[in-house]
């Protein structure tokens, strides 16, 4: 069945270090990929998405691109905030867009 | 506007006990998602209402679990005969359609500790 894969945190960095979380995922057909954020004492919210092959999905300087030929959604970001602090989800819709699966998280500690 | 709400945020319970799970959607989002999440796991999906259409129970964990939707609006997920391993956030997500176009939007959750 489909299933979202992403790498186990904590990850913890210094402040404008370079961010890469990885995900990959397995998936019958053609799936849409999303990656969202979950901030201390806040809902989940959604940072940013793909939904075909080769689509670069981008936001707050975040950025994902869904690369089919290794499917996977790797999220990065070229220099982070302490405000970045917060725990990151991979996550697949399928095509009837009813279900989604998501990853574990990865939790995210930037230190000033 | 008023965000996904869910009551209560955190739910004591013993094991044997039912509980109900309430979510008030976003208005007129037609959408309605519910899952869980237990201890150092993803969001596993358990149903989706979609307007006035029957249901998708497919992730549903066991028939113990159940829940409806009242006039496409208010979400409750019952849970009988509560048992240790139902411990977990349970997540309530809406949106405007289904859709990949249709951002969810996340209520904040309820936190099941059953003992």
């Known amino acids: 069945g489909d299933s979202v894969t992403q790498m186990e945190g904590p990850v913890t960095l210094s402040e404008e270090a370079f961010l890469t979380i990885n995900c990959t995922y397995t998936a019958t057909g053609y799936p849409s990929l999303f990656w969202y954020v979950q901030y201390p004492g806040e809902g989940l919210q959604l940072l940013l998405k793909a939904t075909k092959a080769d689509d670069k999905g981008s936001n707050k300087g975040f950025e994902a691109t869904y690369r089919k030929e290794t499917t996977s959604f790797h999220l990065e970001k070229g220099s982070v905030q302490v405000s970045d602090s917060a725990v990151y989800f991979c996550?697949?819709?399928?095509?009837?867009?009813?279900?989604?699966?998501f990853g574990s998280g990865t939790k995210l500690n930037v230190k000033p | 506007g008023a965000g996904v709400s869910q009551s209560p945020s955190n739910k004591v319970t013993e094991k044997g006990k039912d509980v109900e799970l309430r979510c008030d959607p976003i208005s007129g989002h037609t959408a309605l998602y519910w899952y869980r999440q237990s201890l150092g796991q993803g969001l596993e999906f358990l149903i989706y209402f979609q307007g006035n259409s029957a249901p998708d129970k497919s992730g549903l964990p066991s028939d113990r679990f159940s829940a409806e939707r009242t006039g496409g609006s208010v979400s409750t997920l019952t849970i009988q005969r509560t048992q240790q391993e139902d411990s977990a956030v349970y997540l309530c997500a809406s949106s405007f359609a289904s859709g990949i176009q249709e951002t969810q939007y996340f209520g904040p959750g309820t936190r099941l500790l059953v003992l």
């Open positions: 996550a697949l819709s399928d095509r009837n867009f009813n279900k989604f699966y």
